[in-house]
């Protein structure tokens, strides 16, 4: 049993549910020859804990943007009983840039997605693509999806940023959702044609904008997590310590906190 808790519920089944869905996961992907990895704060746990930080109520998973569109494809075609994978694609009003994979049978309701009923709310894991960039670029990449991913938000009516950003993507919203998810997707794969040298999760664009060699995301190490085997980038000390510094030094107790106070219905 945890002392952490998520809606009510103790964080371990949280987790399980979770490893589930990664699980799958990374069985289509051995399977198809696609190249998907742990990202972020799961690549910590994988190294620090050898699963889940104790505290942490999500995975993140990333693949390469080429691999990441064919799963995407992959998805369309072969629906799945145990998981279903929600992106702009497969429900228009899909606000994020990135995929989440979801477990059937599940719910997860988000404070921000609470309206967006129409949704899958399964449990979920955090799928990123990673596209190619050209460094002097990466800023105007980054911020023109964001900006289409804004207007998006304010058609869907969860826009939460300032009354005069809202107008100004409100003059975009009319435009159908199709034309709105097709200038963000266009945004983010820009440069998705040439082997350039670093690339960036522009879909998800935090904790420092900056390019990220190639090789991060190609090549790949396999890492235990809880009972299973993950792959994780095999330079994971150099991209997790400039992205989030001294790693493997335990936070704070004090800056431990109830992480999914955001969840407002759930059922695991």
């Not at 991060?216 to 000390?237: A, G, M, Q, R, S």
Request: aromatic content about 14%; overall charge positive; proline content about 6%.
């Amino acid at each position: 049993m945890s002392k952490y808790t998520v809606c009510g519920y103790d964080m371990e089944i949280c987790h399980a549910r979770m490893l589930e869905i990664a699980t799958e996961v990374d069985r289509i992907c051995r399977e198809q020859g696609f190249k998907c990895s742990l990202y972020g704060g799961s690549v910590i746990g994988a190294v620090r804990h050898n699963g889940f930080i104790p505290w942490d109520h999500d995975i993140d998973m990333c693949m390469p943007r080429r691999d990441y569109d064919k799963f995407v494809r992959y998805m369309k075609k072969h629906p799945n009983e145990k998981i279903f994978f929600s992106n702009y694609c497969s429900e228009k009003r899909y606000p994020n840039s990135w995929g989440k994979v979801r477990l059937n049978g599940t719910v997860f309701v988000e404070q921000e997605l609470a309206t967006l009923t129409d949704l899958h709310s399964g449990v979920f894991i955090d799928l990123h693509p990673i596209d190619n960039i050209i460094p002097c670029f990466l800023k105007l990449q980054v911020k023109l999806a964001m900006f289409w991913s804004c207007v998006g938000k304010v058609k869907s009516g969860i826009y939460t940023g300032t009354a005069g950003k809202r107008r100004i993507y409100g003059l975009f919203s009319w435009l159908p959702y199709g034309i709105i998810n097709a200038m963000r997707g266009g945004a983010m794969k820009m440069f998705k044609w040439l082997p350039t040298k670093y690339v960036y999760k522009v879909a998800h664009p935090n904790n420092g904008i900056y390019p990220i060699p190639r090789c991060t995301f190609e090549e790949l190490i396999e890492h235990p997590f809880e009972d299973k085997t993950f792959f994780i980038p095999k330079n994971y000390h150099e991209f997790l310590t400039k992205r989030y510094g001294d790693y493997m030094q335990l936070p704070p107790e004090s800056e431990v906190y109830e992480c999914c106070t955001t969840i407002v219905e759930c059922k695991l």
